[in-house]
């Protein structure tokens, strides 16, 4: 079946600096990517849609100049969390849509220092 | 607008015990429902799926029935295991690649 490869899976960083975080769509072309962000024992909540050779879809409230989206190509859409504060501390996960459903990654554990 | 509401946990459960997880829907259309797993430390994994009224999803031993006129879609397995401990979402879907929305989650812990 499709699967969906999430890089890295925990990360630790600097209050201030950047953090990349990569999703890539293994055996299927995904032209639409959606990252979601999963708070302590709440549901996930939807960043933004990552569209290929276009600009992302933030939802409301999702600062688009500190979480960076770039889905270059058909296979691979990076989330950059930029000058990362404590706050930001989160896991964070992609799905994408193949033709048999949605296919999440296993997510990224961001620890900010 | 469109939601997702299921009951909250944590629900602790021993080995071979029923279970009922209940989620009820808010949809302005005729959305798919799903039945997400996350096992700890991991991504979301597809358990099943219900796409119109009636329809019936399962897998692994699980079961959800889309219910239109109760805009449900509870989920049940007759007899849990250990390995079924686990946080499960209930989410809905509009049009054809539309977003995912979750509900908060149910996080089920089977003891032994």
């Known amino acids: 079946g499709a699967v969906v490869s999430q890089h890295p899976s925990r990360v630790i960083c600097k209050s201030g600096t950047s953090v990349k975080i990569e999703c890539r769509s293994l055996?299927?072309?995904?032209?639409?990517m959606f990252w979601y962000r999963q708070f302590p024992k709440q549901s996930l909540m939807l960043m933004a849609t990552s569209n290929e050779g276009s600009k992302a879809t933030y939802e409301q409230g999702v600062e688009k100049d500190k979480f960076l989206i770039n889905h270059a190509s058909l296979t691979l859409s990076t989330l950059t969390v930029t000058s990362a504060h404590p706050e930001d501390s989160s896991f964070y996960i992609c799905s994408a849509w193949d033709e048999g459903g949605y296919t999440f990654g296993s997510g990224t554990r961001l620890t900010v220092v | 607008g469109d939601s997702v509401t299921q009951m909250e946990g944590p629900v602790t459960l021993s080995e071979e015990a029923f279970l009922t997880i209940n989620c009820t829907y808010t949809?302005?259309?005729?959305?798919?429902l799903f039945w997400y797993v996350q096992y700890p430390g991991e991504g979301l994994q597809l358990l099943l799926k219900a796409t119109k009224a009636d329809d019936k999803g399962s897998n692994k031993g699980f079961e959800a029935t889309y219910r239109k006129e109760t805009t449900s879609f509870h989920l049940e397995k007759g007899s849990v295991q250990v390995s079924d401990s686990a946080v499960y979402f209930c989410?809905?879907?509009?049009?054809?690649?539309?977003?995912?929305?979750f509900g908060k989650g149910t996080k089920l812990s089977v003891k032994p």
């Open positions: 989410a809905l879907k509009l049009g054809s690649q539309g977003n995912l929305i």
């Open positions: 949809a302005t259309g005729y959305p798919s």
């Open positions: 055996d299927f072309q995904a032209t639409t």
